[in-house]
């Protein structure tokens, strides 16, 4: 949806406009979480910073020009906070779908504080304990990152095991950048299975070991994109390996889930509830 | 907001639940970007794979014992598609925020097709173009961490260039991860600067780069936090490196920004801005 690239669908349907008084990411992400929802190419244009009338104006001739050029009513997710420039952008030809008067402000009241939005403070995310998390985590994800290191294993909140691609490094990079998540990520490999037994150093941090496994006619075709032709790629391979991983993580009690038709998002997902990382507050 | 840890903020002020017949991520991005304007830490909840009405029930339940213990009415995200669960689970006692309901119906009509949440199709991520172009920045981004490859560069949607700790790599894996842009990053290290030059291999595709900077008390800070006492953690090192820096890509015709006070998505934002990556609808 972000990039309308797949083959499947028609030509751009419909120009989608994010107006915002900031960077627009929030305008965004809900618009996307709600487009998500239709499978149509969106023609995707921001419109960041439009914090005075006269870029209020503007915005609004590009939504009417697009409007003209389609021959559709262009939609619009507004965050636009101010009510003289939202009165401008509201008066455009486009659809105008507005996050802050449709859900922040019945929150506001609920909650009865003001929204940051509200009272113009841009929310220093950056300066947050959450923030410094999230990046201590993504460093120590790629420095976990496909067995290179056991130093600190202690630290870290899960330990991603599966053979190689089966989705475990963007699966880490992913729960580290979204939630903050310390993941480390181990491969099974032909050793382990001759010697048929997890490596060594993961055996005491059985509790947070979480298995991915994969289809072996899925894992035959990633891996020959990466190395066409090879043992390492051939089906029957694939199947031994995915065979030998399976058995060993049944044996040994360790969760584990198939990658095969799943988005990062959705395994992250499943990790969450699996693991259930209290202190991340899942 | 997310990990609610920030010391600055009171105790979970208001418990909040994500209602869904599938994953929840839907309901739980859409509840972020509205809950991330409220300065409060919120208890979350996930209920994810509500798709009977046992489950709904069981989903009311734990709502309402939320409001009784907190003795504060939760606040609902609920994307459940089904008349009769979303019926039963605004019954609830929690304060119900319907994203299918407020947005998705209009879009229907607006779009003349039915979302895939109401035709009940779990729009397959994993399948499309987008996913695994995602997938593939992912692993181009890696692969081009901190100048480790100068291999097919040429490929690269963006190439970062900044100081050892400006924040390339957190940006590059992000703008990979949230929009599927193959970014490489580069160090400018103090060869660099004796040389004044751009390390070689870049300087036939400086229309790509961008630069990120950094306040040199704000680096000294993260550097010592990696190698405490070190030259290269030095204040006075750090504005050496900077000032260098912040020279040769000026000299150059670099975009450049500051990262000091910007989180990753800001930085992105305005990265995507200036690039216009036009092939990625941005």
Chains 1, 2 share one sequence.
């Not at 996050?99 to 003001?114: A, C, D, M, N, S």
């Not at 304990?129 to 993504?138: C, G």
């Amino acid at each position: 949806m972000r990039d309308p690239a797949s083959s499947s669908l028609p030509a751009a349907e419909r120009t989608v406009f994010f107006v915002s008084d900031g960077t627009g990411i929030t305008a965004e992400t809900f618009g996307h979480s709600v487009l998500t929802q239709f499978e149509l190419r969106f023609k995707q244009i921001r419109l960041p910073f439009i914090d005075t009338l006269e870029k209020a104006y503007d915005a609004v001739r590009r939504i009417n020009e697009s409007c003209v050029q389609d021959g559709k009513r262009p939609i619009v997710f507004s965050t636009l906070v101010k009510a003289d420039l939202s009165a401008v952008v509201r008066r455009s030809s486009g659809m105008h779908m507005d996050l802050i008067h449709t859900f922040v402000e019945p929150l506001e009241q609920e909650l009865g504080i003001k929204s940051s939005h509200t009272i113009g403070r841009s929310h220093n995310i950056a300066d947050s304990d959450e923030y410094k998390n999230r990046i201590e985590a993504i460093n120590f994800s790629l420095a976990h990152d496909d067995g290179q290191s056991d130093k600190n294993l202690a630290l870290a909140d899960v330990i991603l095991v599966g053979v190689s691609r089966s989705g475990k490094t963007p699966t880490s990079l992913y729960l580290a950048m979204q939630y903050g998540i310390k993941a480390a990520n181990y491969p099974l490999i032909p050793e382990d299975f001759q010697r048929g037994k997890l490596p060594g150093t993961l055996a005491q941090y059985k509790n947070k070991i979480f298995g991915l496994s994969i289809a072996p006619e899925r894992l035959a075709e990633v891996r020959n994109e990466r190395r066409p032709g090879s043992k390492y790629a051939a089906l029957e391979n694939c199947r031994y390996e995915i065979n030998e991983a399976e058995t060993m993580m049944r044996r040994e009690g360790i969760r584990w889930m198939s990658s095969t038709t799943k988005s990062i998002e959705e395994i992250a997902a499943t990790i969450l509830q699996e693991i259930r990382l209290e202190r991340h507050s899942y």
